[in-house]
């Protein structure tokens, strides 16, 4: 199972604020993703990366961005936050070797833009 | 495109008695499929899965499911609930083919004294 890293794991912040949502995993994991998690629970895919240098947008419109520089890093950046943008982010990992793309998640952020 | 449906919303129990959470899916191909739970204000943790042979699938804190292929279902059982198992809990599906893991909406289990 995989080690991932989330901070912060709660953020309070003012609207039009630049921020940044970490991850990180120790595993080595090739493939990583970011959801958004509504109040109602219901998971939404924003991006994800097969690897270094690759991201692709997923299938929940997002205003935020992504880099994917190091194998283990998988930074989420809001250039301008909004109260739209209230949420939970979850990000996950998963092995592409091990055949099934299991994915591991961590802890979450909590964002709350005032 | 596949998808997943759980039917109940919300299941209310009573400690010690059984449960079991429904989670059908729709795929054209084979599908791998997933069991995971959340506690309050953490991440996903996977209970289970299901890749190939056995029908029946055990996971962590007891829990079981049985894949059926005829009724495209992934049903989850635990025969005496506690109440640290109240949680939500999220059947996914991905085929085997395609990458993208497709999460249901999510059943809250309530276990009361």
Not at chain 1, 92 to 101: K, P
Not at chain 2, 40 to 60: A, M
Not at chain 2, 77 to 104: M, W
Request: charge should be negative.
């Amino acid at each position: 199972e995989a080690d991932i890293y989330q901070t912060p794991r709660y953020l309070v912040i003012g609207t039009g604020k630049k921020i940044t949502l970490e991850c990180s995993q120790t595993m080595g994991h090739d493939k990583m993703y970011w959801y958004q998690q509504d109040p109602g629970m219901e998971l939404h895919l924003i991006h994800y990366s097969y690897g270094v240098n690759s991201t692709e947008k997923g299938d929940l419109s997002s205003e935020s961005t992504v880099s994917r520089i190091r194998t283990e890093h998988f930074p989420l950046t809001l250039e301008s936050a909004r109260p739209s943008h209230t949420s939970q982010y979850l990000c996950a990992t998963a092995d592409s070797r091990e055949g099934s793309d299991t994915q591991y998640f961590g802890p979450g952020t909590r964002l709350t833009v005032l | 495109a596949q998808s997943v449906t759980q039917l109940d919303s919300q299941v209310p129990v009573f400690e010690e008695a059984p449960v079991e959470l429904r989670c059908n899916y729709s795929s054209s191909v084979s599908v791998y499929l997933f069991w995971y739970v959340q506690y309050p204000n953490q991440g996903l943790q996977l209970l289970l899965k299901y890749l190939s042979g056995s029908t029946l699938v055990k996971g962590i804190n007891g829990f079981e499911a049985e894949f059926n292929k005829s009724q495209t279902s992934f049903h989850l059982r635990k025969p005496s609930v506690h109440i640290s198992d109240t949680a939500e809990y999220f059947c996914a599906v991905v085929n085997t083919g395609f990458q993208k893991l497709v999460f249901g909406t999510g059943t809250r289990l309530l276990v009361s004294p």
